[in-house]
């Protein structure tokens, strides 16, 4: 029962993408398709070359637009707006979701890798609009992308997020390394995984929130 390790937190910190849904929505699968298909045009790579970039940015520079900036330099913005033109009429509400958050005590903000514009799209699709105090980007952090400090540093400082009061939801171990360094609560939202800094995992993120605040 976590309960008690979450009594101190009233700053509550979301990633959004297979961590606010499931993997099983498969959204992520059409950012990827995009991705690879402006990999493909701009870098003028078949489609295993811009594969195997992809995953070399990923895991080099936290992301690959993070990599095509270092390495291509890219401009972002032209880059988020077309990786982020999703058909999400599949995408359902979750009411249930949406209670257990606002039932949380304090700030909630969500903090995605993709734009701001994606965040709220997202949201909204799943019935979350208005839940949240506000939504980051990638842009709020100077494209600089979690899990590097200075994005952390940057977002948490605009948004006052007080950092020893604050919990960490997110899919991607990686960017709870970080936040456990801050003195956050880190809940790893998938798999079971084990590293130092994941606190607490959970595959249901709407069970783990609404026993927090039963
Ligand atoms: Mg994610």
Redesign the pocket.
Known sequence: MPYDAFTHVDYWVF?????LYPPQARLFDQIERLMAEYVMRELRVDAQTAHNLRKKYWKEYGTTLAGLMHVHDVDPDPYLHEVHQLDLSHIEASPALRAAISALPGRKIIYTNGSRAHGEGVSNALGLGGAFDAIYGVEDAGYTPKPDRAAFDKVFTADGIKTERAAMF???IRNLAIPHQLGMRTVLVGPAASAPHIHHQTEDLTAFLTQLVR
Not at 15 to 19: E, K, P, R, S
């Open positions: 990633d959004l993408d297979n961590t997110e899919d991607d």
